[in-house]
């Protein structure tokens, strides 16, 4: 049966409009989620791409739109660092983000531990927090999530088992082309969220990008097997990432 995927792409010039832009979508998510069920449970992403969301959020004016006390806070994936390493997701969210905003509510993958046990402790963390059945997985309001340039997004990576994991909620993967370990939601958790909104910056990502929106294709790249069933999938993408995509 054909699955119903809400699609919207927003091209925009560059990455403070893509910011604005993401930022107006979370503060809508969030009023609904809150008035329909009292919290906003939100998954960041990592890298670099998210850092202009960040600042923007903790500017006064965005910061003081947010609720912050009834925000929880998640992470789609984390480097097997510690949160002082300049790598760390939550290290970045912590620095440009969590230390400026009355945010209480943030759950960190332990990147610094064993990833084994790492990822076990979050994907009961998360059990706990969504009151979950045995087999059921977590509804997220919003994840957002970042592309990179050979179409991994989270830490689900080409050509490694991550991408085939149909019942953890959290696993951890050895990504054989980072030479490092690595923690991630999987694949299920993102189709079952209620919106998976990505941010895509920079040329060296077009390939991947005008790959992955092809929805008529059959999925080859990890992102293009995030399709949330019934959810909203948007794209929030540059100019130079975008160029030749029509929308
Ligand atoms: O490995 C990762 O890469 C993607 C993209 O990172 P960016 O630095 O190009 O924005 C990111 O979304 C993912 O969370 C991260 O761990």
Known sequence: MARSIHLALHIHKDPAAMAERVAHHLVQICEEAIEERGIFTLALSGGTTPIPLFRLLAENDWAERLPWEKIMIYWGDEYCVH?????????????????KVPATRFYRMKGEGNPVESALAYENLIKEHFRLAPGEFPKFDCILLG???????ASLFPGEYAIQEKERIVIDQYVRSRNADRITLTLPVLNNARCCLFMVTGKEKHDALSKTLNLLSEPELPAQFVRPTGGDLIWVVDESAALGIDK
Request: glycine content about 12%; overall charge negative; cysteine-free.
């Open 83 to 99: 949160p002082d390493d300049p790598k760390s997701n939550y290290g970045i969210a912590r620095r440009e983000l969590l230390s």
């Open 147 to 153: 592309l990179g340039d050979d179409g991994h997004t």
